[in-house]
């Protein structure tokens, strides 16, 4: 299977706007197909691929990172407030019995939110896996067609090494 399609079909639909341009890269690729590309458009095609992308997907992984790393944290927070009043409880220190109701409500909608947080997490992922796989076939393709003079791949495997967006461990999300 080609991978536009693949890409295509496993776009996570609320962050269809932040994926790879997949499409719009080999589109520059095509351009001027059977003559020899200039200096202008091979600095167009690495700054589309290299800043553009790659920055754009970053940014978002980071960002969607940063506020599900927040959310995980609200929950811990709503969690350990519970086990004090019921520890505070137990020991005669509480408010009695009509809390109850209160933190069990409580409970509910943190657990709601952090099966939300699992769910977004497991799209992170795959999303950091399929970009990541779209910048090494876009690069591959580009080195095939019009890598003569310059090979992109080297230049995007070291960007790609100095981001976190691939090698972002999320089980710490999780597991806490």
Known sequence: MRFGR????????????NYIDYAKLKQLLR?????AWTEQEESRYVE??????LENVNAFQANTYKR?????SDCEGNI?????SSEAEE????????????EKSMLRSTLAKLDEITEEVNELEKYSR??????LKAAKKHDRRRGSKYRVRPLLQVRLAALPFNSEDYSPLLYR
Not at 6 to 17: E, R
Not at 80 to 84: D, L, M, P
Not at 91 to 102: A, D
């Open 31 to 35: 351009e001027n197909e059977f003559s």
């Open 68 to 72: 599900l790393r927040e959310q995980t």
């Open 80 to 84: 350990n407030r519970v086990v004090a």
């Open 48 to 53: 589309e691929l290299v800043n553009v992308q």
């Open 130 to 135: 399929l970009n990541f796989t779209g910048f």
């Open 91 to 102: 020991s005669g220190q509480g408010p009695g019995k009509h809390n109850s109701h209160e």
């Open 6 to 17: 693949t890409l295509q079909s496993s776009i996570y639909a609320p962050w269809k706007s």
